[in-house]
């Protein structure tokens, strides 16, 4: 089946994201990609855990001072919500319905920026009201480097959603672009799964000490 | 664009090499620049061994000695050994398995790219403030304390050229599970390709966590951050820890191709099936699992306690067991076989005895009681390069000659290859037998001199005398390359007769397209069962149909391009107010051109079924 060939509702097929060879490397390959992803933020998570609470005086402020469960508890909660809704805009692509489609990823969108603008709250709020900063102290520096190296991939991740909704926005689903969403919103299942280790690790084992 | 064998003048093809997609141009280019890169590290090996010829030597001082040193290790790894097994791998396993390209051939020209900027940006040091100066394995309570740029150039180069071998992993991870001609099993699959999967396997697992550590060694030097300052809280051990997990299967990364060459040579020379073809994949596949299993006996003098030491010392002896299973099935393929004496077949029997040589060693460095007493000696220097001189760089030798009529149409001259490989074998045995006892006897490895008296001149003199064996050797195979070159006498398909594989069935080299049609596979050595029914070439799978390919594109180079410029602006950052604004420019030249390229379609073309039938598998211009 070619590419560019124009697409109904008829002719659509169950499986979109993996019916050219092409489609079926990227499907492939970024599964792999996300192997590697894995093993990178594996050893993120091992170098925190490794400093956690590592500071140069006893009056510096650790995990127990620092989180507070409601503030991680909304992030977690709009990160989880934005991936069900990914999930919404998978299965409408699933169904050649493009519009709804680009209705659930605009909503994904909107839900990865609240994450964002709420995590940005946190560093600065971290940082004038406990002087915990990305310099300060080993603890510091593990912290920032996880949870920034997610918030990083975040922002990436919203970039690239946002350019696929209005590159696409003209010219609907065809077999060319669907791999393309497909493997968005892979990675967008991936940011989710590294943020619930992030929110237990981090967050949830940083409370009780 | 289907028009293949023009005439074209210098610019055009300098353009299209710096555009293409094609995995056997990219291979070429792999070859050049990782060969150039092996003659750099090679004068640094050189003038290690002119300063430690004679004792209390003043031929360079002790900090370049360092730098020469770390440069020698690093530019070895990285940027000799590790892209000329992905020169060998591009040029040759798309045509085994019976593939048109890799399954992503952008990525492939960027994976390129990507290591070349790398390299270049680390080599600027020498002309900027001075090189790395720590070690190749850049410890971090050392390499923290190192005043200037070096480790800087270290750190972001290797992160830029890390990236590009990455991508070049996946990427024939990819082309092997998907894009086997029909027929192709795993199980059908030559040695060389199966090398090819594992070692690309090792590469995603391992490569990240080196990501991970040279980050933290940037945003430690020029970030502020405290990860190995321990008077901040932070603990040095965790940069040596990164750095092995993914150091120990970088020595695997290396040596599985080298494996995957030899037995591929061993099998062709011997005119026989590999022997034990099965029992050879389940080794590889185990030396790659067990080859995460073991980083920490490069730190049993750490401090880790004796039940982790026990531990790693037992897994890494487990290793010999596959390593072993390999060396006898290269025997019993020989056994009873119609051996033929080639360059590439020299290469191949000297390299068990010398390998078996080094993973001896190995073994009695794996235990730790003893390793107390080796560590930081000679002793471990001729030991790895036992394994890795031995093993790869044999490999390497023996693979140009090997492949070279396949990638470049013409045949290396055989008497200067054997003259290459009775200079070199000599030379390496005369350099690294005597250092294992030059530890023995007390010499610690990375002093830039020692003092007369204590029984190390004659010792050390030998070495040198060996290493000058070993330029000679190099300089006849220039001179070798220099005049096939010249000559360039044509050769057919199967130039060395006895070709099994895939890549032997098709023109050398192989048109751009690789096969007008896919081949029909029905074994294990797909020729030469063919061959052997007594039929010219392949049973084609499929009609002759029209054939798609990707366009050349440049905006990999752009990307690439644009990293390095951001890297100089990271590391300029704290001296230069130009630091910052030139870190911004850099990054939005890659992030603009990887923009461009996923904004604007790129279908590639066709090659109609019309045009291939005029042209009757002519040789594409290499």
């Known amino acids: ?209 | 664009m289907s028009t293949l064998a023009q005439k074209k003048g210098f610019g055009a093809v300098l353009w299209d090499y710096l555009t293409t997609v094609d995995h056997k141009k990219i291979a070429i280019l792999y070859l050049i620049a990782g060969g150039f890169f092996f003659l750099l590290g090679g004068l640094e090996a050189m003038f290690i061994r002119i300063q430690l010829a004679v004792p209390n030597n003043d031929f360079v001082s002790a900090g370049l000695y360092n730098e020469i040193l770390t440069m020698h290790g690093t530019t070895m790894i990285f940027l000799a050994a590790m892209p000329l097994i992905f020169a060998f791998m591009n040029a040759v396993m798309p045509l085994q398995i019976g593939a048109r390209d890799v399954a992503f051939p952008f990525l492939n020209s960027l994976g390129f790219w990507l290591f070349f900027f790398g390299g270049v940006f680390l080599n600027l040091s020498w002309f900027l403030g001075g090189a790395p100066d720590a070690g190749w394995t850049s410890y971090a309570s050392l390499s923290l304390a190192s005043e200037g740029h070096g480790i800087d150039f270290y750190a972001l180069g290797l992160q830029i050229s890390g990236a590009g071998t990455l991508i070049g992993g996946i990427n024939f991870l990819v082309t092997i599970i998907n894009m086997r001609a029909p027929g192709m099993t795993y199980m059908r699959m030559p040695m060389f390709t199966w090398a090819t999967f594992v070692t690309s396997a090792l590469i995603l697992f391992a490569f990240p966590a080196l990501t991970v550590g040279l980050f933290l060694l940037v945003f430690d030097r020029m970030f502020g951050s405290n990860f190995f300052d321990a008077s901040m809280g932070g603990n040095t051990i965790i940069w040596e820890h990164f750095f092995w997990i993914f150091g120990h299967p970088e020595v695997y990364i290396l040596v599985l191709p080298a494996f995957g060459i030899f037995s591929e040579i061993f099998s062709i020379f011997s005119r026989k099936r590999l022997f034990g073809y099965s029992s050879m994949v389940f080794a590889t596949v185990l030396i790659g699992f067990l080859g995460f299993m073991v980083w920490a006996h490069h730190m049993f003098t750490t401090g880790m306690g004796p039940i982790a030491n026990a531990i790693f010392a037992v897994a890494t002896m487990a290793i010999a067991v596959p390593t072993g299973i390999k060396i006898f099935n290269w025997l019993f393929t020989m056994w009873g076989g119609s051996i033929t004496f080639t360059t590439p077949m020299l290469w191949a029997v000297a390299f068990i005895p010398s390998f078996v040589a080094g993973g001896v060693t190995g073994v009695m460095l794996a235990s730790a009681a003893q390793d107390y007493q080796y560590h930081d000696s000679y002793f471990v220097v001729a030991h790895f390069h036992y394994v890795i001189v031995g093993g790869v760089v044999f490999a390497l030798f023996a693979g140009a000659h090997l492949y070279w009529p396949k990638m470049f149409g013409t045949m290396l001259n055989e008497l200067l290859g054997k003259i290459t490989f009775v200079l070199f074998f000599i030379g390496f045995h005369l350099t690294f037998f005597i250092q294992h006892f030059l530890g023995l006897w007390g010499m610690p490895r990375r002093i830039f001199t020692f003092l007369p008296g204590q029984g190390l001149e004659t010792a050390n003199m030998v070495s040198t005398v060996g290493a000058f064996f070993m330029a000679a050797a190099v300089i006849i195979m220039l001179i070798n390359i220099v005049i096939t070159s010249v000559k360039n006498e044509k050769v057919g398909n199967d130039p060395w007769g006895d070709g099994r594989t895939l890549e032997w069935a098709i023109p050398s080299p192989p048109p751009f397209y690789n096969f007008k049609q896919l081949p029909l596979v029905r074994g294990l050595d797909a020729y030469w069962l063919e061959k052997m029914e007594g039929k010219k070439g392949m049973s084609p799978a499929e009609p002759l149909g029209d054939i798609h390919m990707p366009n050349n594109s440049f905006i990999p180079f752009v990307i690439s391009f644009g990293l390095f410029v951001a890297a100089f602006g990271a590391m300029y950052r704290a001296d230069h107010s130009w630091g910052i604004p030139v870190l911004i420019v850099g990054l939005l030249i890659t992030l603009g051109s990887m923009f461009i390229r996923s904004v604007k379609d790129d279908h590639g073309f066709h090659i109609h079924k019309e045009d291939l039938e005029d042209n009757n598998d002519k040789g594409v211009k290499a």
């Open chain 1, 1 to 209: 089946m070619a590419a560019e060939q124009k697409m109904t509702y008829e002719t659509w097929p169950a499986s979109p994201e993996k019916q050219t060879l092409e489609a079926k490397n990227k499907f492939l390959g970024f599964w792999f990609f996300l192997g590697g992803e894995t093993v990178l933020f594996a050893s993120l998570f091992a170098t925190y855990l490794a400093l956690k609470d590592k500071v140069p005086n006893s009056d510096m402020a650790l995990a127990k001072d620092l989180f507070e469960i409601p503030l991680a508890f909304i992030m977690t909660m709009l990160l989880l919500t934005s991936s069900l809704t990914s999930v919404y805009a998978m299965y409408q692509m699933k169904n050649f319905n493009f519009k709804k489609m680009q209705l659930w990823l605009g909503i994904t969108v909107l839900l990865g920026l609240g994450f964002l603008g709420l995590e940005i709250y946190e560093f600065n709020h971290y940082v004038h009201e406990f002087h915990h900063s990305f310099t300060s102290s080993a603890f510091g520096s593990a912290f920032y480097t996880l949870v920034g190296f997610h918030g990083a991939h975040v922002a990436f991740g919203l970039l690239w959603i946002t350019t696929l909704m209005i590159r696409n926005s003209k010219r609907g689903l065809s077999l060319y672009n669907a791999p393309k969403f497909y493997v968005a919103s892979l990675y967008w299942h991936f940011i989710d799964v590294v943020w619930v280790f992030i929110f237990t690790v981090v967050y949830l084992m940083g409370m009780v000490g």
